[in-house]
């Protein structure tokens, strides 16, 4: 059974779910938009030979919020993870990101290289891109989303089967079982019913956008042992630029059944299998 533990990163308290052996492999995991921290709860179990910490991003699950007026930018979450792995003493480590998460890591990799050995990204890994002449709108249209949420009331629920429903048919499906760990890791009670426990303002885009130019600076530097695990149904292989960013050289692509989270009750021992022979063998 996990630990939970609670780090300090730069004022926004975020909380872990902690797995395996405290002297086993050092692996941070990052879960997807909205989702949580249990979104590794089927996959940690199989990975009992590492110290795995599966972070709870800002302004999800369990973690505290960014308090100003501005969206949730990926790369403030690459700062706030080498903030975690200092805490942990980790000097160098491996990453695991699911959709979201998937972006934050191959950051992250590309930001510090030499503290990451190795990096699997699930279900994602390429940041939405821009051209420079859309940075004004795009600037616009995030100042004026950020005020609505920050002014919005979350959703109440009468029940918690009810919040469980919500996210089952919610932006994107998930089967029940999914459903129902990241309602128990991120559903709370309040006078209102049972809400889930993200930030509004994460329905915010970026006030910025990197450029295809940048995102390709980011990934050649990289030099952590790659593996890319996308789903036949999920979001990466019907986009083929995105394919094509995930494939370069030196890089292991798998492909497996099922959907966008495929990590989860789908997937997880064919997965776990897939990151334990890729950090076995590189």
Known sequence: MPT???????????????????????????HGWLDNAASFDFLAPHLADCDLV??????HGKSGRRNYLGAYNIWQDVGELFAVADQLGWSTFSLIGHSRGAMISMLAAGTFPSRISHL?????????????????????????????????????????????????NGIFPLGEPDAEVLARHGVVETSAGFTWSYDPKLIAGSEVRLSLEQVLAFRERISAATLVVLAEDGMVLPQPAALELLSPPGWQVAKLPGGHHHHMHEQAPAIASLIQQHFSAT
């Open 4 to 30: 939970i533990q609670r780090f300090d990163a730069g004022g926004v308290e975020l909380s872990a779910k902690r797995w395996g052996e405290p002297r086993g492999r050092p692996v941070m995991a990052l």
């Open 54 to 59: 599966c972070l709870d991003c800002a302004g």
């Open 120 to 168: 699997c990204l699930l279900e994602g890994g390429i940041p939405r891109i821009a051209t420079p002449s859309e940075a004004p709108e795009l600037l616009a249209e995030a100042i004026r989303t950020v005020r609505i949420a920050a002014a919005r009331q979350p959703s109440g629920y009468p029940s918690f089967a009810a919040a469980v429903a919500a996210r089952v």
